[in-house]
């Protein structure tokens, strides 16, 4: 009775440190593109400010409201523009992006793009109207691919399709902390009080509209890549803190596991013991 229950903790035991084999090597990996996808992220944001910066000095230059893109929101469709995970296993990196959708979206005439595996995978199972199905893997869109992209959604905004561009994803804080965030891509807004720049004069061969039709795919454009930049960085980071978490349970476990195999054994072993004892004092 207790060898065999010896035998189901060894199984367990082994199980179990299998599963730790996965977690860890799991756990390097993410730490390993973690580190890349910090740089790339942190290398980004100048290039994001300098965008926004020079399209607020062509806007104050061109009066602030000389463009399409500008007009303020006034009710319309929503396109919701999700850039998630290509994998599970990174703890609620995935969930807290959905969840956030779900409350901005709420009473709301959505359409949606979804950017990653996962995010494709949750429209789908949804049924909702999807605007593109061409962005399944995030670890594989470059500039090129968000520029493309910015200019695809300027054409759809331009001609109607929808009235407002929100942009979610998450934000990459440190290796402990990624926090989900939304951003209204269309119509631009500009930036009120502190959040300002010094405005500066601009000089142009051209008029500041046909510079801002020419502008705006671009910024849209240089905005989704900053977004895929910080979402890569967070998904390895929430991944590897999910697999250190993990990697700790499982060794607490076979802690405990070995504490109740040490105990059956030394049941066993008593049960030897008194059993010899008992043979001895019968002779």
């Known amino acids: ?19 730790m084999q996965i977690t860890k090597a799991m756990e390097l990996v993410a730490t390993s593109k973690l580190r890349r996808a910090k740089e790339r992220a942190e290398g980004v944001r100048p290039y994001q400010t300098t965008l926004e910066e020079t399209l607020v000095n062509i806007l104050s230059a061109a009066g602030g409201a000389m463009s399409p893109y500008t007009k303020p929101y006034t ?25 956030m959708e779900r409350e901005l979206s709420d009473g709301t005439d959505a359409l949606y793009l979804p950017i990653g595996k996962k995010a494709l995978e949750h429209y789908r ?21 968000a520029m493309r992209l910015g200019e695809e959604i300027s054409r759809a905004f331009l001609d109607g399709k929808f009235s407002k561009v929100v942009l979610l994803y ?19 807004e500009m930036p009120q009080g502190k959040g300002l720049p010094k405005k500066t ?39 590897r803190t999910a697999m250190n978490a993990a990697n700790k349970n499982a060794s607490e476990m076979i802690d405990s596991l070995m504490l109740r195999y040490n105990r059956a054994r030394q049941a066993v072993i008593t049960q030897e013991i008194t059993e010899i004892v008992s043979g001895a004092e019968a002779l």
């Open 1 to 19: 009775m207790a060898g065999a229950s010896m035998n189901g903790i060894k199984a367990r035991m082994k199980s179990v440190q299998s599963t």
């Open 201 to 239: 004069e601009v000089l142009t061969d051209e008029a500041p509209e046909e510079m801002l039709s020419s502008l705006f795919p671009q910024y849209v454009g240089g905005r989704v890549y900053a977004a895929l930049c910080e979402s890569v960085a967070s998904e390895c980071g929430a991944r």
């Open 170 to 188: 998450t934000r990459f804080t440190s290796m402990m902390t990624q926090t989900p965030v939304s951003e209204t891509l269309l119509p631009a």
């Open 75 to 99: 009710g319309g469709r929503v396109l919701y523009l999700v850039v998630a995970g290509d994998r599970g296993l990174a703890g609620g990196y995935n969930s807290n992006i959905f969840r």
């Open 125 to 145: 199972r949804r049924g909702v109207e999807i605007f593109s199905e061409d962005y399944e893997e995030v670890g594989d869109l470059g500039v090129g691919a």
